[in-house]
């Protein structure tokens, strides 16, 4: 049996569920969850689960339109959105984009992008949560990137962590599972890639202005995404646009509450939180493609969270974050960025 079997829904090509069922059960979540706006009645934790009920959605929205659109031309509309809504912002502050650190800045479109490009993979061929969950490695991988190039030293309570979220990682990935598959080892990868991206920002936060880093970030990564694109573009049609606007804004809405969250608490706090998106991934995955775990796959679930969620309470920046979206900013001009 697999990491997460499909027994809702019976495993033969004629038995896959209809599109059009999938479209008329998940497009209405999605384009709600995208205009709804943010209530500011909210504690942290409200701001945290909205998030991660926000980016579980977007996933399933991922997956949708990279079934009838190229993902070169789902991962550019993520990007390009995301830097829509970011230039308002950069003519309100009026921060220059003059940079003497662009080769870091470089370093992390290409790793954000990178990570993006096999998060979006990972979810078009694996199942919703299990995608969600190798990419949110990540917190492992920055302890190690921290080692070895940020030179931090590492605890024995690290050492532990990082030993037990491997377990999980061999147990995710048993010879039945479905993430023992190139799409799974994409995944991991989009974690490992993630993590290079967050280590990036931290070396880049100790001379940039948080603004600079988000806004340089979103225009690279739209630049270096729009190329690819050109090759395969397919001019999308009223659905397909539905999809691509819903991916958008419900990734800016996740980005929002994640925002708020983390204005309103210490990371520590906040970021244990972002885990709770694999639950509602498992229910988006179960009611609309009959998603299961089974045993080995619930354990090394349960042994990669508890690992991760150490490693993010001891670290001050937040994670897990999705590549999908952009660094934090919340908007205080001495605020440094968090993503």
């Not at 520590?268 to 775990?293: C, D, H, K, N, Q």
């Not at 679930?301 to 920046?317: C, F, K, P, Y």
């Not at 937040?318 to 999908?324: G, Y």
């Amino acid at each position: 049996m697999s990491a997460w079997s499909f027994s809702f829904f019976p495993a033969s090509e004629n038995d896959k569920p209809d599109g059009k069922r999938v479209e008329q059960i998940i497009q209405p979540i999605c384009l709600y969850a995208a205009v709804v706006s943010v209530p500011h009645s909210l504690n942290w934790v409200g701001y945290a689960l909205l998030s991660s009920a926000s980016f579980a959605i977007m996933a399933g929205c991922v997956r949708v339109a990279s079934e009838s659109l190229p993902q070169s031309e789902v991962v550019f509309f993520r990007n390009f959105m995301a830097l829509l809504l970011l230039l308002p912002l950069l003519r309100h502050r009026r921060v220059s984009l003059a940079t003497g650190k662009f080769g870091l800045h470089l370093m992390r479109a290409a790793a954000g992008l990178g990570a993006m490009y096999l998060y979006f993979y990972a979810i078009a061929h694996l199942p919703l949560a299990d995608a969600i969950l190798l990419n949110y490695t990540a917190p492992l991988f920055i302890t190690l990137i921290a080692v070895a190039w940020l030179k931090e030293k590492v605890t024995r309570l690290q050492i532990i962590t990082l030993i037990v979220g491997l377990l999980g990682v061999v147990l995710l990935f048993s010879p039945s599972s479905a993430a023992a598959s190139m799409a799974g080892i994409l995944g991991l990868a989009s974690g490992a890639l993630a993590g290079l991206a967050l280590a990036t920002v931290k070396k880049l936060s100790d001379t940039e202005p948080a603004l600079r880093i988000v806004v340089i970030f979103a225009l690279l990564a739209s630049v270096m995404s729009a190329l690819p694109m050109i090759w395969h573009f397919q001019w999308p049609d009223h659905r397909q646009w539905a999809w691509l606007i819903a991916v958008g804004l419900t990734g800016s809405l996740g980005q929002l509450g994640l925002t708020r969250a983390y204005g309103m608490a210490p990371a520590s706090r906040v970021s244990p939180m972002g885990y709770t998106s694999l639950l509602f991934a498992g229910v988006i995955g179960f009611a609309i493609w009959g998603e299961l775990p089974d045993g080995l796959g619930l354990a090394g679930t349960l042994a990669i969270v508890a690992a991760s969620v150490v490693v993010a309470r001891e670290r001050t920046e937040p994670a897990p974050e999705p590549p999908s979206a952009v660094p934090i900013y919340t908007g205080r001009p001495e605020e440094t960025p968090r993503g």
